[in-house]
């Protein structure tokens, strides 16, 4: 940490996490959502902007708390020990690893809608052919050097980006409203929510919504880099929702009363675009507006590419100085204070995800799931480390906090339960494949106080089987074989879940060298850069 440039001030924290937030999401979620919900998607982004905010005061605290690179991977370590720790760590790597080739992916997807044969040719209307992989890769690849040298050069990028990508959504939500708005399709075929309420929570979880906005976690990650992070950081995350919430509900708006109506002939879910928003301008006579929004084909997807090129590596560089990779993963740069072996892994794996998911729609749900998978240990460790370790610095200390954590906890198992069986147990089976990682490095310490480890971490993974098994049974709506009835299901996931967040927060006990350490070298770092 001793090496990290403190450079990163309250509007770049704020760019960098709105920039996370408004990426290819935008593009591609109102349409999605609106495929599952109908007119109610604009509920589902409002449920959405909620949770994420409640699951993000957690994350407040621990980030002022603890103002580390790749702060998200360590809070689980600080307050249960390594097991904990570890998956924790695990799922939200899992989670922002491959929003880097997605990304990717969405410009080359985006590129196919434009007229040229060439263009035509990248994507099939369900996966990206060769070609389509080809651009993505050349994508990926310059976000990666864009953050290669050094993390002012990555800040003053995306600033740029940012304000470009903010600007190009609120122009075309008030573009489509403005011309050839159809008021009847927020009520007609179908109704407002002609799939019931089941499917507006499901699209919460599965339409993008939740991908969208769990780019509030890069100013956490960036904390490490961050002037004042108790203050900037609080701000940058709420900020960057708060913006983020109003420009995605103008737009699902504009989408929803764009459409034209010989396109609701089959109902919402028969609603098929290859640009959404490009089509829809082309459809009301808005070339102009069709001109620019191929061209953002480029920009909105780069601008959270490159973010989470650069949140990544601090990830990983977490993990290597939590022992559960590599040391020489987290090893810094002298001169850039930049963790580039961590760099090359994540460029190494944001490749073999693109070649195995080759579509937007279908890599943006596994991130969903696998994300609300990371988001549950963040209530339960702020509320630890306030009983074990109540001596800690907290520059920001929530006074809400004992009703906002388990509120969070709740709704965050909501969320994963509304993801519907069986991805929510593919997910959480991606999850456990990690657990051999963890038991050799395990193994190469002698299994050091396993016993202790074991003891405060088991509360997660007995939630995860748990969950899988409640939605595998919970009820048709969700994907389930209909043992729980309809309403019942969401109230056994929600006490339920009561019950763990109970005895994941008696559970914790690492509040020793384990916990204040890192805060105090960052404390050192901060000063000695002032």
């Not at 864009?146 to 050069?153: E, F, L, M, R, S």
């Not at 190009?168 to 159809?182: E, N, Q, R, Y």
């Amino acid at each position: 940490m001793t090496d990290s440039r403190r450079s990163m001030g309250l509007p770049a924290l704020f760019m960098t996490g709105l920039g996370s937030i408004i990426g290819s999401g935008w593009l591609f979620g109102a349409w999605k959502a609106a495929r599952v919900a109908g007119p109610a998607a604009i509920v589902a982004w409002l449920i959405g902007a909620v949770v994420i905010l409640l699951i993000a005061s957690s994350y407040m605290e621990l980030g002022a708390m603890f103002p580390q690179s790749g702060g998200m991977v360590r809070y689980a370590q600080y307050s249960h020990g390594s097991l904990a720790g570890f998956i924790g760590g695990w799922a939200n790597w899992i989670a922002i690893v491959s929003v880097i080739p997605i990304e990717a992916q969405a410009s080359a997807q985006h590129m196919a809608s434009w007229k040229w044969h060439w263009a035509r040719q990248m994507y099939d209307g369900h996966t990206l052919r060769p070609t389509g992989l080809a651009v993505a890769a050349v994508l990926v690849v310059f976000y990666f050097f864009i953050n290669y040298w050094t993390v002012k050069a990555f800040s003053r990028a995306n600033s740029f980006i940012t304000v470009f990508k903010f600007v190009i959504p609120a122009v075309t939500a008030v573009a489509l409203i403005s011309s050839g708005f159809h008021s009847g399709n927020f009520h007609q075929h179908g109704g407002f929510a002609p799939h019931g309420i089941s499917a507006v929570l499901t699209a919460v979880a599965t339409s993008g919504i939740v991908f969208a906005f769990n780019g509030f976690q890069s100013p956490v990650n960036m904390a490490g880099e961050a002037r004042d992070p108790g203050r900037n950081v609080p701000l940058a995350v709420i900020g960057s929702v708060l913006v983020a919430a109003v420009v995605y509900v103008g737009l699902q708006i504009a989408f929803i009363g764009a459409v034209p109506g010989h396109d609701l002939l089959d109902g919402w879910e028969g609603v098929d675009f290859s640009s959404p928003f490009a089509d829809l301008a082309l459809a009301v006579n808005l070339n102009w507006l069709a001109v620019l929004l191929y061209g953002d084909a480029f920009v909105s997807p780069s601008g959270t590419g490159m973010t989470y090129t650069a949140t990544t590596a601090r990830m990983i560089q977490g993990m290597s100085e939590q022992g559960h990779l590599p040391k020489v993963l987290g090893q810094l740069h002298p001169r850039y204070g930049v963790p580039r072996p961590a760099m090359w892994l994540n460029l190494v794996v944001s490749f073999v995800f693109l070649c195995v998911f080759r579509g937007w729609g279908t890599l943006s749900a596994v991130i969903g799931v696998a994300t609300v998978i990371s988001y549950v240990t963040g209530p339960v460790c702020v509320v630890v480390l306030r009983r074990t370790a109540p001596g800690l610095a907290r520059p920001l200390r929530l006074k809400a906090l004992p009703v906002l954590a388990p509120a969070a906890f709740v709704l965050a198992s909501e969320v994963l339960y509304w993801s519907r069986w069986p991805l929510t147990g593919q997910v959480i089976l991606i999850m456990v494949v990690g657990l051999p990682v963890y038991f050799f490095y395990q193994s190469k310490g002698g299994f050091a106080d396993f016993g202790r480890h074991l003891r405060s971490g088991i509360w997660l993974p007995a939630y995860l089987m748990w969950e899988a098994l409640l939605s595998v049974a919970g009820s048709g709506e969700f994907g389930g074989h209909g043992l729980v009835p309809y309403g019942w299901d969401m109230a056994l996931v929600a006490v339920s879940s009561l019950a763990f967040y109970r005895w994941g927060t008696r559970s914790g006990s690492f509040s020793g060298p384990e916990a204040p350490e890192p805060a105090v070298e960052a404390v050192e770092s901060d000063l000695a850069t002032r």
